[in-house]
Structures are given as C-alpha cells and as structure tokens.
C-alpha cells in the first residue's frame, strides 16, 4: 500500500542481524514494512539499574549503588484494516511481522542463528527511532470476510534496544566525553557542529554515520543528532578527533 501524499507514515524497517556478531546491523531485509495507519500511542521506556544496601541495625538505608542503566523499550500498536478491499493485506502483514522473532534464513546458514535488527521510524521523530529486537508481536484479529480472511487486526508490538555502543569510561579514569545529543538549529551543517565539537570539521562524517544520515546537506531544524565521544572514533580513519587535546579546542566550553 503506497504512504498516504502530505502525510508522514510511520514504518518499520528490518535488518540483518550483525555478521560476526559486530554491534551494527547488517543490511535493510527486505523493504519497511509501511504501517497502513499512525499510531496513535507510542509508551517509551527507560530505566535504571541500582542496588540497594541494606544495613542492619541502623534506621536509615545506605545508599544504594548505581549498576547500569537498562536497555530502551517502546511499545505500539500496528492497527491494520482492509474492508474497502478485501484483500490479504492484513494476514501477509501480520505474517511478516511475525518473522521479526524468527532467526533469519541468512544467519542460520552462517551458523549464527538470530532475528533481524529492526528500526521504527516516523518523521523527525528521533527519540523513539533506534537499532532494537523485536521481543513480542501479539495480532488480535477482530474482523474476517465469509471465507475466513482476516480484514481487521490490531498488532502489539514490543520493541527492545540493542545494545551498539562499547561501555563508556569513567571521566576520573581517562575517558574522554560522554555522547550527547544536539537540537539541529537553522544554519547547522555536519562539518560545522564536527568543528565545533571536535575543532576538525573534517570529521563530519562520524556524525553521519551515528545519525544513518544518507544525504549530509539535508539537516531539518528540530532533528536530535547524537553526537560520539571522541574516542569513539578509529583513529585511522578520524585521527584527529580521536586526538585528546583536539576536545573542546574551540574554546567554546564544549
């Protein structure tokens, strides 16, 4: 079903899992799967890990220690409808989103079964779009035609994120920075946020590649960017970012 004119869709993209268990995916697996209606309630979550300690005797706990923090989830529903048409839209739908929790043909010949990598996507609307595991797709169908064809489904949807990064360091430990993340402003290019990160607008391209940016020279005012920590970066390919004292040689505090 084509993406309705003036309006952006929201999808679902597959990925081959990462080959030699790297931490990107692998190529797009087939095409997105286009969603045939917006959700219209997205639950994002977010949570930390912490250990609390207990001491005896005392009124008052200790303090509890920070473990890590836990992986991102988000949760929707795929509303799926065909009865203007009849078709078998709806069953070839939820069937491919039901291969979300199956190992992929390619990696169970490579002897490394997994499922794919997925990405939800919307818009410009970049907090909710990341590399994750599908963990659960629950399809209620609600409606059928006289032959038993389903015409109306709803899909849950569990989305859970995969881990892509390496731990960061302690700052007291050596560790450069810590990733953060950039608003794109009217004016804002790669080259210049790499300089004025990194001092080396040469470097662009490490934004590039975090952001999936295809296309550098088209930045939409309102994206959230995700900026590396310089260390990061290969230091073949990006030395100069990867250098300590190129950090904040802007003079600009950052």
Known sequence: MPRPTGKVSAFLQRYHPPPNGGNRPGGPLGGPIDFMFNPSQLTLTKSASWIPHVVRGAEQVGIAEFSGSEPRSLTLTVFLDVTDTHSRTVQQRVETLLTCCTPTTTSIAADAPSPPWV??????????????????????????????????????????????TKPRQNPTSGGHRTRRVHRVVDGDSLPLLAHREYGDPTVWRAIAEVNDIDDPTRLSPGTELLLPAADEFPAEAYPGAATPDRVGSTGDGR
């Open 119 to 164: 990405k939800f996507t919307w818009g410009q609307f970049q907090t909710v779009s990341f590399y994750s595991y599908v963990s659960q797709v629950t399809a209620t169908y609600t409606l059928f035609d006289s032959s038993g064809t389903p015409l109306r489904a709803t899909c849950d949807l569990n989305l859970t994120e995969v881990g892509g």
